[in-house]
Every structure is written in structure tokens, then in C-alpha cells.
């Protein structure tokens, strides 16, 4: 599975963006996407994903105002960032879990920058 992520940059305090991931290759209907951050220094951790059902999980600091979505049709992730904040500086990367047989794989692409400052 290859994953193609775009939509990173620089935008002010209480602006938005919104990434987008593209995944190719061998794609599993029963999967989950979604969007992980590390910023400099920290490590690695969630934002939100979404399942192939429509199911959606976020971390506490960033509901109210990320919203994941996705297009199955297209295999593509999405995430809205509305109200960002200087702590949602941090690299984001786009993620491709595939389940089978009672277990998983993680895909993961390249990695965007999100920097929010004045």
C-alpha cells in the first residue's frame, strides 16, 4: 500500500487546513485510515481515524475542531483542521491500517508539515 498525503503548510493561529491522503496498491476493504502528529521532540500520536464503516475516533485535543472524513471510492483520507492552534505544529502522517486475520499492518506516508504561527 502506498499513501500520497498533501495539504501541509504554514497558516496563522485559528486558521484552517485540510490534508488530504490518497492510498494505492493493495487495498483491503476492512480497513482503517487516519492522521498521526509528531512534533518536535514528542513522539508520535494519534489525531483521528476512521474505519471503512464510517467510525471515527479523535484525540481529546483536537475535537471540536478536526473533522476526519474519507471517500472509499477514491481510497482517500481527509482531515479538516479548523481553529489550529501553535500546539498543532507538528509533522503529520497519514496512516493505512489494513486488518486480516485477527491482526494488522500500518502503512504510513510521508509526512506533512502543519505549522501554525503568527
Known amino acids: 500500500v502506498q499513501l500520497q498525503a498533501s495539504g501541509g503548510g504554514l497558516v496563522q493561529p485559528g486558521g484552517s487546513l485540510k490534508l488530504s491522503c490518497a492510498a494505492s496498491g493493495s487495498i483491503f476493504s476492512i480497513n482503517a485510515m487516519g492522521w498521526y502528529r509528531q512534533a518536535p521532540g514528542k513522539q508520535r500520536e494519534l489525531v483521528a481515524t476512521i474505519t471503512s464503516g464510517g467510525s471515527t475516533n479523535y484525540a481529546d485535543s483536537v475535537k471540536g475542531r478536526f473533522t476526519i472524513s474519507r471517500d472509499n471510492a477514491k481510497n482517500t483520507v481527509y482531515l479538516q483542521m479548523n481553529s489550529l492552534k501553535p500546539e498543532d505544529t507538528a509533522v503529520y502522517y497519514c496512516?493505512?491500517?489494513?486488518?486480516?486475520?485477527?491482526?494488522?499492518?500500518?502503512?504510513w506516508g510521508q509526512g506533512t508539515q502543519v505549522t501554525v504561527s503568527s
Open positions: 496512516n493505512y491500517r489494513k486488518y486480516y486475520s485477527g491482526t494488522y499492518i500500518d502503512y
